[in-house]
């Protein structure tokens, strides 16, 4: 066993509201440079939706993350090994700036010095890579709040196995639905682009695991960004470097939260320290695909085992780290309540990032042409959900329904108890769950 | 000046500047900069006729790059190679195609930095003094391949034993001073780019990444750790 101690993150989703304050905080932290323009190492995506890039999801376009034929070894899906040296002029997975969008400004100056005439002066938007004019066609939050949409929702790649009802229901008036998806690195445990890169100029630190790039080594090949099936590896066009989320490690060094966690409204976001076995990621990252979730949690170790606890101070953990790991809300969310899910672990890139699902709207009943408060059914069952649960399981579960199902179910039977608790009209006993088929 | 005067002066003095230069300024780059050493790819910008001319320019220049420094390295078994006549054509005949294909190449990467205005705000002045020089280079070369046949034989007699006057520090100008213009024009060109080379981009050429093919497929690096495990 050779245990290793990995900050790691939830976010709740169920609680975010899509502000976007997270990604103001870190473009202006980190990313508000020449180069680095179009960079939004913290993204939020609505979903159903196409994301940024767009459809970064649709690995037949993009080729991320590893891949797993038959009983093969993984290999990286883009340019593995063999392959890298033939291409490394020419990166045929390559994402270009259309996939993202052209970052631009607006010529603000004109107002103050245009030529006195009869209409209002105008600041034009204007290229931040070229200075030229420009015509705005796509933006970083571009299809924001546009679920249902036939141009955008309808193309998530996440909408695979949906039926044509399913579908049609999703992008219909009356039943519309979305949810945010806020997205930063992941900082896996077996990261994809840092086994690109040609350089070795990603690494992943050993006492916490955040997941960085030498700007002194990159050279420029672009593999770590064709690699990462999350599309968080962006390349500066100006520097030509790439760079990533680096999970605000100067702020996490001097105690203080990542910017974006510091920042959120909704307070979805959660950090904590988890302890992994490092001798079984290679075994883990090659389990079938319906095994994954749970694999993958069989990584992280208890740090409430005394014996888990005697190796990792022989394994030259700090103390302190330890009794983060016992404190570490990630730990809770993950492997007590198994609320929180990977996204897309199908990527086998093993993040660190958990999402908990968020659940659909709570909605009336309708009797009689009237909205009805009755408690019987106010609650609907995770089966009547608007967004159907295959939809999560492509996003969270590699798939597969189960994982999801039990995360989901337990987060309405808190919403049940709680209930119960506050108002005290609903029954919480455990027949109401194991009735709906919950739990067992 | 006299003819032997100024071939002291492009054939002694001006190699030795430019391997001087060379030699001080990419060390010093290396250790001073470290962060500029980057292939500067421009693929993010415009995707679509980057393979068409990164690719063909890369292979050819590559492998022409190549068959000099074997003729510098082997003159003798190049000579050997060539005594029998269809050996002889096979290899001029794939050196002249490598040649037109780094032209073609070098052609389509000046075309696409000049007509895409995003990856023309990438292009530094530098880099249009080294797209100009290669690309007299190459068309001197190919030139050569076309007028002066048959190249193999008289580099390996004549200009594999200049250059190693070069590296021996005892420069025979003679070797050179017979040949055509084109032919002179090409060896002072060469020299120049190699000169220029630590202050271009050229220099990603140094950071090949071969040892990719044997580490490790993660990297891990401790800080509290000499060492790690």
């Keep these: 066993m050779n245990i290793r101690s990995q900050v790691s993150m939830v976010f709740h989703l169920d609680k975010c509201i899509g502000c976007h304050t997270c990604s103001v905080a870190c473009k202006n932290i980190w990313t508000d440079r020449k180069g680095a323009d179009y960079m939004w190492w913290n993204n939020v995506e609505t979903k159903p939706g196409t994301g940024y890039p767009t459809q970064w999801e649709d690995q037949e376009q993009y080729h991320g993350g590893w891949e797993k034929k038959d009983d093969q070894p993984i290999h990286i899906k883009s340019t593995g090994k063999a392959r890298v040296v033939p291409n490394i002029f020419h990166n045929p997975y390559m994402p270009s700036m259309d996939d993202y969008y052209e ?338 | 000046m006299s003819q032997h005067f100024l071939d002291q002066f492009l054939f002694v003095a001006l190699p030795y500047v430019c391997l001087f230069t060379f030699f001080l300024m990419t060390i010093y780059r290396y250790r001073m900069q470290s962060f500029s050493y980057s292939s500067l790819s421009s693929q993010f910008l415009e995707n679509k006729h980057h393979f068409w001319a990164v690719v063909p320019f890369h292979y050819g220049i590559l492998v022409i790059t190549a068959g000099h420094l074997l003729a510098f390295a082997i003159p003798r078994s190049l000579l050997a190679w060539n005594s029998v006549p269809w050996r002889l054509y096979v290899l001029e005949i794939s050196a002249l195609a490598f040649g037109i294909l780094t032209l073609i190449g070098l052609v389509g990467i000046v075309v696409r930095r000049l007509g895409n205005s995003k990856v023309r705000m990438v292009t530094t002045p530098t880099d249009w003094i080294l797209f100009a020089m290669l690309l007299a280079q190459t068309v001197s070369g190919v030139c050569i391949a076309l007028f002066y046949p048959w190249g193999s034989s008289w580099f390996a007699t004549n200009m594999s034993p200049y250059l190693w006057s070069i590296v021996k520090l005892s420069p025979e100008v003679s070797f050179v001073a017979a040949m055509p213009h084109l032919v002179k024009l090409h060896v002072v060109l060469a020299f120049l780019t190699i000169g220029f080379f630590p202050f271009t981009r050229l220099v990603h050429i140094l950071v090949i990444p071969n040892p990719y093919l044997w580490r490790k497929t993660q990297v891990v690096r401790w800080y509290g750790r000499k060492h790690s495990p």
Excluded at chain 1, 216 to 224: E, F, L
Excluded at chain 1, 398 to 409: F, L, N, P, T
């Design chain 1, 103 to 440: 970052p631009w400004t607006y010529d603000y100056q004109n107002l103050f010095n245009a030529e006195e005439g009869p209409d209002q002066p105008i600041a034009k938007p204007i290229s931040m890579v070229t200075g030229e004019d420009i015509k705005i066609e796509a933006g970083p939050n571009w299809d924001d709040d546009l679920g249902g949409s036939q141009i955008y929702a309808a193309n998530d790649p996440n909408l695979a196995g949906l039926s044509d009802q399913q579908r049609l229901q999703l992008s219909s008036v009356e039943r519309l639905v979305m949810f945010y998806l806020p997205r930063i690195c992941n900082h896996c445990l077996n990261p994809c682009c840092v086994a690109s890169c040609p350089s070795g100029a990603l690494y992943k630190r050993g006492e916490d695991g955040i997941v960085l790039i030498d700007q002194k080594k990159c050279r420029a090949w672009r593999s770590c960004v064709a690699a990462c099936p999350y599309k968080k590896t962006y390349f500066n066009w100006f520097t030509g470097k790439s760079e990533k989320c680096i999970l605000c490690f100067p702020r996490l060094e001097a105690g203080e939260a990542p910017a974006c966690f510091h920042s959120c409204v909704g307070r979805i976001r959660y950090l904590g320290v988890l302890l992994y076995d490092a001798d079984r990621l290679e075994e883990v990252a090659n389990l079938p695909d319906d095994q994954l979730v749970e694999g993958h949690r069989s990584l992280i170790l208890n740090p409430h085992d005394p014996e888990i606890i005697r190796k990792a101070q022989s394994a030259g953990i700090p103390d302190g780290v330890i009794e983060s790991a016992q404190q570490s809300p990630v730990y809770k969310f993950v492997m007590d309540w198994k609320i929180a899910l990977p996204p897309h672990i199908e990527y086998r890139t093993l993040p660190m990032l958990f999402y908990v699902p968020p659940m659909s709207p709570v909605i009336a009943n309708f009797e009689d042409g009237l909205a009805s408060h009755a408690m019987k059914n106010l609650f609907h069952g995770i089966d009547e959900s608007r967004i159907p649960m295959q939809y999560f399981a492509n996003l969270f579960g590699g798939g597969h329904e189960g994982v999801v199902r039990y995360a989901m179910g337990k987060q309405l039977a808190v919403r049940w108890h709680r209930r119960a608790e506050t108002v005290g009209d609903v029954d919480d006993s455990r027949q109401v769950f194991t009735r709906g088929g919950l739990f067992d």
